[in-house]
């Protein structure tokens, strides 16, 4: 079958039969739509097909969206294989923070703020309207998606990270270092690395409160889960409380080497340990159970539950890594493919985030960059035949 420049069908033809031409075929699309059969494959410059062909650019799509696609022989993809796209961002350096909530997908680098309302795969918007503090994560809490201001003295709140976002209290002499909710109160840690903040609103608004009494004389970083604040400190130490208005706690059985500590579904993580992390279910008032997951030089950073899977990532120099397991006490953890010492000299990775058929993870190697692939879902054809290749993947339409 031959189409000619003017969008004339020429059949094949057999020896000695004359030629077949359809003429005035430029209502192409009239022909019998049962002619495409989902998984074939069209060159085409028209900008205006219909949905249910796709452009031949190599991109993932989950099976999800196209079910009729398992019968084709396209490339699969998937969780446990090593085909995850990657896109890189247009900054020369910066740590990726990467969370998905609302039905958003948003990725902060550095000061910038990306966001995506579809998957990872489609087109990343930055917001212009906001300028983020580089050293403190964006987090969604309480309804509301939130970060550091630039000069890191105020949060900043939105439950539409596309658009604006409001400025909270501010605070003066430190610099927010990180920031929780939880009971009813906004929680903070400064610079100073002692006493915490608080204000008990739905927002982050009003005037900060100084615990004073906290006995906190190192904070890392602060979380909330199941009715506790607990803080991680310089050395080990880890105290918690129900508010965040008095005394806190001291986990006597602290002393780990730790960095930080997180609420990972039901169970309080520290992390940033060599070679492993340690875990106590429900609260952080005891000693912590430590697991070994890999080799001894991954500093694993982060851990998240998706998909009915604790994924813990972390970098050494060599690359990132990334382990699973589908119990937090398990003593066996599997590595993902993909991610054994994938290359880059960076060091830091985001966590794990997975939504409606989507894996992606954030990575600095040393530019900041996303790994993305679609759970059971395939891989497009990517192809340049001098025109935009298309392919059929929904029986609608012709």
Request: glycine letters at 10%; one cysteine or more; proline letters at 5%.
């Amino acid at each position: 079958m031959i189409i000619t420049p003017n969008m004339e069908l020429h059949l094949p033809q057999l020896d000695g039969e004359p030629p077949n031409q359809l003429a005035n075929t430029s209502n192409f699309e009239k022909i019998d739509a049962n002619t495409w059969h989902i998984g074939d494959i069209r060159p085409s410059a028209r900008k205006n097909l219909p949905n249910n062909w796709l452009l031949c650019n190599g991109s993932p799509v989950t099976a999800l969206d196209y079910p009729l696609l398992s019968e084709t022989n396209l490339e699969k993809t998937g969780f446990l294989l090593t085909n995850w796209t990657s896109v890189n961002f247009p900054v020369s350096s910066g740590s990726p923070n990467l969370i998905n909530a609302d039905n958003y997908w948003v990725l902060k680098i550095e000061g910038d703020i990306y966001c995506n309302t579809k998957n990872p795969s489609a087109p990343w918007v930055k917001n212009t309207s906001v300028a983020a503090y580089t050293y403190v994560k964006v987090k969604y809490l309480n309804g509301y998606f939130v970060c550091a201001n630039s000069a890191g003295t105020a949060l900043l709140y939105t439950t539409d990270p596309t658009g604006a976002w409001s400025v909270g209290a501010a605070i003066s002499g430190d610099i927010i270092k990180d920031f929780t909710f939880g009971n009813g109160y906004w929680t903070i840690i400064t610079n100073n690395s002692t006493n915490p903040r608080y204000i008990q609103n739905n927002t982050p608004t009003g005037t900060w409160v100084t615990n004073t009494t906290s006995g906190i004389t190192s904070a890392e970083n602060i979380t909330f889960g199941n009715g506790y604040f607990a803080v991680y400190g310089i050395g080990g130490l880890i105290r918690y409380r129900a508010d965040p208005t008095g005394a806190f706690s001291l986990n006597t059985q602290s002393g780990s080497t730790a960095r930080s500590i997180e609420f990972v579904n039901g169970n309080f993580v520290l992390l940033g340990i060599e070679g492993g992390f340690a875990y106590r279910a429900n609260d952080p008032a005891s000693a912590f159970t430590a697991r070994t997951v890999g080799v001894s030089t991954i500093q694993y950073s982060n851990m998240s539950f998706k998909n009915g899977r604790f994924i813990l990532s972390g970098a050494v120099n060599s690359g990132l890594n990334a382990y699973y397991a589908t119990s937090i006490t398990a003593t066996t953890w599997t590595q993902i493919p993909k991610f054994n010492n994938t290359s880059g000299t960076g060091a830091v990775s985001s966590a794990m985030e997975y939504a409606d058929g989507w894996w992606a993870i954030g990575y600095s190697s040393p530019n900041p960059i996303l790994y993305f692939t679609a759970e059971n879902g395939f891989k497009l054809p990517e192809l340049a035949l001098g025109v935009n290749s298309y392919i059929k993947v929904a029986k609608e339409g012709w």
